[in-house]
């Protein structure tokens, strides 16, 4: 378990399961509302080419239940403030629309709006093109 | 420029350089902030088996300055609100930290302080163990 490579054109939907975000039924569910949404997530069936993986945390503690999206030669994508009992459903189709590009980056107006409004930070592929750095003027 | 594969043994220090968080000599610099702090890093030695990238967008934009570092096998980690006058020297060190695990978890003591306080986020390696799911409990 977990130690399986990724394969190369496999996607992954990562799921922090410690989060204390909002939940999907108030404080009755002894689980936290990360591993809410990762259960709801685990009885979906998950866009062709894609994988979902439980996290321990993604460390952005402050900002709702958080996943990722990130695949070989794709940008990494993270997204917080998901509400476990609302956000599964936006998540597969943004995976699905993650996963049909091949560089990561969904248009943005065909980009989920909580997606739009809640990316915490992206991290680029291994192999990306370094921005042009002229010597002087705001780049 | 920007194509060259990571190798395998290579962690990186990747500066977004279109921040526009503190900047390192007030509004006299047409550069902005985050090119500013990519600047001051490229005049210096980087530990051995790192190296510096410019990014275009990290997307951490209303958290200041921002940066990630990542390796093969490692944690990635982004940091952000840096100050593009006072930072620099924080991350060589945190960099040679970071290098100096083999999955970019640097202890809690030895982390540095600004580390400790700005993490925005981090994904883990490819390979990882998924923590182990209860099924009811508190995971």
New interface residues.
Partial sequence: ???R??ETTESEL?VC??CRGVAAHGDED???PG?QL?DQLVEQDLPEGTRL????????CDYGN?V?L?GPGRW???YGNLDAGQHADVLLEGLALYHGTEDGLIPWRQRPEHFKRN??????P??????R?DP????
Same sequence: chains 1, 2.
Avoid: H
Wanted: aromatic residues 6%.
């Fill in positions: 378990m977990g130690q490579p990724l990562l399961i410690k002894p689980r936290r591993r990762y993986r439980a996290v321990e945390c993604l460390q952005n958080t990722a990130r990494t994508y993270v990316c915490v930070a992206r991290v680029p291994v192999l990306f093109t370094e921005p750095l002087e003027n705001d780049s």
